[in-house]
């Protein structure tokens, strides 16, 4: 299917996001929802990132290497967490010394082999799981808009959504995680025989592994791209040369970031910058509770951080939503089923809750069955509050004002200090880059309210 064209007369909305979580698939709903309502073309642009296909620990697991890790360092829950998903480069007898690991058992030291950080795969590999996540995002987005793709009067396929995957990016960014305890997205969305297929390659070792990881997810990719090959969605490996002809062509561009600013450096470099209108969910005032010595999406790729901040002022617009500001905002995860249905619960469940994906999806492949495809009883976690920072920077993007906050200006400390991590301060300027800080809150926010039902 051939990729749309956009007109100078076209609204271009660009969503450059990694899309694994449950805040990325909520704000990419919200997003699709609100532009169904006009004639905006949105193109989402899926960054890749490393990956390891073979290296899994189920929340069992997971939870006893926290446990043990806490118990050989003293360490609290929270700088445990921290240990678990920085990972250790080699050996972790180089880095514990200080621990005392004669009070683990012999199963719990081998246990512990998990904090070392694991080699990242070919980028082949890194592309074939963004595929399956674009594919993913692209059967829950016309699921649940599913007159979103239609033919106009004239009989002409209309593609007002298209996802783009970014594997260009690969050799800028260097995703942080401890990528054995990093969480199984593409779990979620799985039909039986494919988890038959991940349970039988877990098993196994050595290059078997690696092939049974890879055939799994080939065999994953191919039922969806038979599921969705009438669909009006398209999914294509992004090609920078064409983006820039888009972005120049279209009457107005709104950039919503939630992942490095690795792409949209590159823009800037290709001269663009002027028409772009940014939103990106990135940096922070404090590090106090973050888990890496940067602020996620900073820590990708810092360059481009440094490179986009020191720039700010070349854009149409630019403004940063501080990540920690992004968390102030819960929401009500019976209002966020309501929006995003099965799918969107089962990432809620994974990625906020804690629970472990496989034992998920099986439950609510049961669950399925014996009530025909409907849940007959409302699940204790509805009553949950969540954050979705993602969702909550992508609201004031496309509608300011829902959330109660305030329009700061800020200087960016450690520009020049590779050393330091990047850290937004207090400006009194209004020539300094924008931030919009959230209030936090004590109730939690209905999506739907916000939206639209």
């Given at each position: 299917?051939?990729?749309?064209?956009t007109?100078?007369?076209?609204?271009?909305?660009?969503?450059?996001?990694?899309?694994?979580?449950?805040?990325?698939?909520?704000?990419?709903?919200?997003?699709?929802?609100?532009?169904?309502?006009?004639?905006?073309?949105?193109?989402?642009?899926?960054?890749?990132?490393q990956?390891?296909?073979?290296?899994?620990?189920?929340?069992?697991?997971?939870?006893?290497?926290?446990?043990?890790?806490?118990?050989?360092?003293?360490q609290?829950?929270?700088?445990?967490?921290?240990?678990?998903?920085?990972?250790?480069?080699?050996?972790?007898?180089?880095?514990?010394?200080d621990?005392?690991?004669?009070?683990?058992?012999?199963?719990?030291?081998?246990?512990?082999?998990?904090?070392?950080?694991?080699?990242?795969?070919?980028?082949?590999?890194?592309?074939?799981?963004?595929?399956?996540?674009?594919?993913?995002?692209?059967?829950?987005?016309?699921?649940?808009?599913?007159?979103?793709?239609?033919?106009?009067?004239?009989?002409?396929?209309?593609?007002?959504?298209?996802?783009?995957?970014?594997?260009?990016?690969?050799?800028?960014?260097?995703?942080?995680?401890n990528?054995?305890?990093?969480?199984?997205?593409?779990?979620?969305?799985?039909?039986?025989?494919?988890?038959?297929?991940?349970?039988?390659?877990?098993?196994?070792?050595g290059?078997?592994?690696?092939?049974?990881?890879?055939?799994?997810?080939?065999?994953?990719?191919?039922?969806?791209?038979?599921?969705?090959?009438?669909?009006?969605?398209?999914?294509?490996l992004?090609?920078?040369?064409?983006?820039?002809?888009?972005?120049?062509?279209?009457?107005?561009?709104?950039?919503?970031?939630?992942?490095?600013?690795?792409?949209l450096?590159?823009?800037?470099?290709?001269?663009?910058?002027?028409?772009l209108?940014?939103?990106v969910?990135?940096?922070?005032?404090?590090?106090?509770?973050?888990?890496?010595?940067?602020?996620?999406?900073?820590?990708?790729?810092?360059d481009?951080?440094?490179?986009?901040?020191?720039?700010?002022?070349?854009?149409?617009?630019?403004?940063?939503?501080p990540?920690?500001?992004?968390?102030?905002?819960?929401?009500?995860?019976?209002d966020?089923v309501?929006?995003?249905?099965?799918?969107?619960?089962?990432?809620?469940?994974?990625?906020?809750l804690?629970?472990?994906?496989?034992?998920?999806?099986?439950?609510?492949?049961?669950?399925k069955?014996?009530?025909?495809?409907?849940?007959?009883?409302?699940?204790?976690?509805h009553?949950?509050?969540?954050?979705?920072?993602?969702?909550?920077?992508?609201l004031?993007?496309?509608?300011?004002?829902?959330?109660?906050?305030?329009?700061?200006?800020?200087?960016?400390?450690?520009?020049?200090?590779?050393?330091?991590?990047?850290l937004?301060?207090?400006?009194?300027?209004?020539?300094?880059?924008?931030?919009?800080?959230?209030?936090k809150r004590?109730?939690?926010?209905?999506?739907?309210?916000?939206?639209?039902?």
């Open positions: 299917m051939d990729a749309p064209i007109t100078k007369s076209q609204p271009l909305v660009i969503f450059n996001n990694d899309l694994p979580d449950s805040d990325n698939w909520a704000a990419a709903l919200v997003q699709a929802r609100e532009a169904r309502k006009t004639n905006t073309h949105v193109v989402f642009i899926l960054e890749a990132r990956v390891s296909l073979v290296s899994y620990l189920s929340s069992k697991e997971r939870d006893a290497l926290l446990k043990a890790i806490q118990e050989a360092s003293g609290s829950h929270g700088d445990a967490l921290k240990a678990l998903l920085n990972g250790f480069p080699g050996d972790y007898h180089h880095h514990t010394r621990w005392d690991l004669k009070l683990l058992s012999s199963e719990e030291r081998d246990l512990l082999r998990k904090i070392e950080k694991p080699a990242h795969d070919p980028e082949s590999d890194a592309v074939l799981h963004a595929k399956l996540v674009a594919y993913d995002v692209a059967s829950f987005l016309t699921e649940r808009l599913s007159d979103y793709g239609h033919k106009g009067t004239d009989g002409a396929s209309r593609f007002n959504i298209e996802l783009l995957i970014d594997s260009g990016c690969l050799q800028r960014i260097k995703n942080p995680v990528l054995n305890v990093h969480h199984r997205d593409e779990i979620f969305g799985r039909n039986h025989s494919e988890l038959e297929s991940f349970e039988k390659a877990t098993a196994m070792e290059e078997d592994k690696k092939k049974a990881f890879q055939d799994y997810y080939r065999e994953s990719i191919e039922r969806k791209v038979n599921e969705l090959k009438d669909s009006a969605v398209t999914i294509e992004l090609d920078r040369k064409k983006l820039y002809e888009r972005i120049g062509a279209a009457d107005s561009v709104r950039w919503f970031g939630g992942c490095s600013l690795t792409l450096q590159d823009v800037h470099k290709a001269g663009l910058a002027s028409k209108n940014c939103c969910q990135a940096g922070t005032f404090l590090l106090s509770d973050n888990i890496f010595s940067e602020q996620f999406n900073i820590a990708l790729n810092r481009a951080a440094d490179y986009v901040f020191k720039r700010h002022a070349e854009f149409a617009d630019f403004l940063v939503v990540t920690h500001s992004a968390q102030a905002i819960k929401y009500s995860v019976s966020l309501a929006l995003g249905g099965d799918d969107l619960e089962q990432r809620i469940l994974g990625f906020n804690h629970k472990d994906p496989m034992e998920i999806t099986r439950q609510f492949m049961a669950l069955t014996k009530a025909n495809g409907k849940l007959t009883k409302k699940p204790d976690h009553d949950e509050r969540i954050k979705m920072p993602d969702l909550s920077a992508l004031y993007m496309i509608a300011p004002g829902r959330h109660a906050g305030k329009m700061k200006n800020v200087t960016v400390k450690n520009l020049e200090n590779k050393e330091k991590p990047l937004f301060e207090i400006s009194g300027s209004p020539s300094d880059m924008k931030v919009y800080d959230l209030e004590t109730e939690s926010s209905h999506i739907l309210e916000l939206v639209g039902s």
